[in-house]
T-cell receptor, first 107, second 116 residues
Framework: RKEVEQDPGPFNVPEGATVAFNCTYS??????FFWYRQDCRKEPKLLMS???SGNEDGRFTAQLNRASQYISLLIRDSKLSDSATYLC????????FGQGTELSVKP | GAGVSQSPSNKVTEKGKDVELRCDPI?????LYWYRQSLGQGLEFLIY????????KSGLPSDRFSAERTGGSVSTLTIQRTQQEDSAVYLC??????????????FGPGTRLTVL
């Protein structure tokens, strides 16, 4: 079993849709959690950190449930420019990446 | 300011040859990381440096892989006797520190390695 597992995707949604990404991790010693975004043939970039209290950044909301070892990312009112692969990342002294979920937002 | 840079951007080599990949981290970043991303896969951790030392080499897939860092700055990843399964994008990242609290890792554009 992989240490970080994500929805396999791909997700194809129309503009304006709400889309949710889910992620589970297996190591309870994991220290911190993140969502990265990776555009096609580009390097990953930090999208947002994930806190137990939940955190929001504009249209993006991230949640962490340590008891269930579950992380989520919600994108509201999706835009064409949100099309990318979203990587769930766990830090346990080194970053462990999920396989990523590809999102394609269509007009 | 300048971000993480990597060279070459693309490398095509023949099976059995050695290759050397270079990473220039952001100035002042003490921690440096190497990852590998195979087609359709997530990033796989290879090794990280704190200064010139490598506390964690656990991700190196075989003894054909080695890395060094000199002067606390530039790092090279060397793959000896390349195999076709080594084909991947090799990504380098750097951060201010690898210590307790997380410092954002900034990634370079990667080197796309193709072994024929």
């Amino acid at each position: 079993r992989k240490e970080v597992e994500q929805d396999p995707g791909p997700f194809n949604v129309p503009e304006g849709a709400t889309v949710a990404f889910n992620c589970t991790y297996s190591n309870s010693a994991s220290q911190s959690f993140f969502w990265y975004r990776q555009d096609c043939r580009k390097e990953p970039k930090l999208l947002m950190s994930v806190y137990s209290s939940g955190n929001e950044d504009g249209r993006f909301t991230a949640q962490l449930n340590r008891a269930s070892q579950y992380i989520s990312l919600l994108i509201r009112d999706s835009k064409l420019s949100d099309s990318a692969t979203y990587l769930c990342v766990v830090n346990k002294g080194k970053l462990i990446f999920g396989q990523g979920t590809e999102l394609s937002v269509k007009p | 300011g300048a971000g993480v840079s990597q060279s070459p951007s693309n490398k095509v080599t023949e099976k059995g040859k050695d290759v050397e990949l270079r990473c220039d981290p952001i100035s002042g970043h003490t921690a440096l990381y190497w990852y590998r991303q195979s087609l359709g896969q997530g990033l796989e951790f290879l090794i990280y440096f704190q200064g010139n030392s490598a506390p964690d080499k656990s991700g190196l897939p075989s003894d054909r892989f080695s890395a060094e860092r000199t002067g606390g700055s530039v790092s090279t990843l060397t793959i000896q006797r390349t195999q076709q399964e080594d084909s991947a994008v090799y990504l380098c990242a750097s951060s201010l520190d690898s210590g307790g609290s997380y410092n954002e890792q900034f990634f370079g554009p990667g080197t796309r390695l193709t072994v024929l």
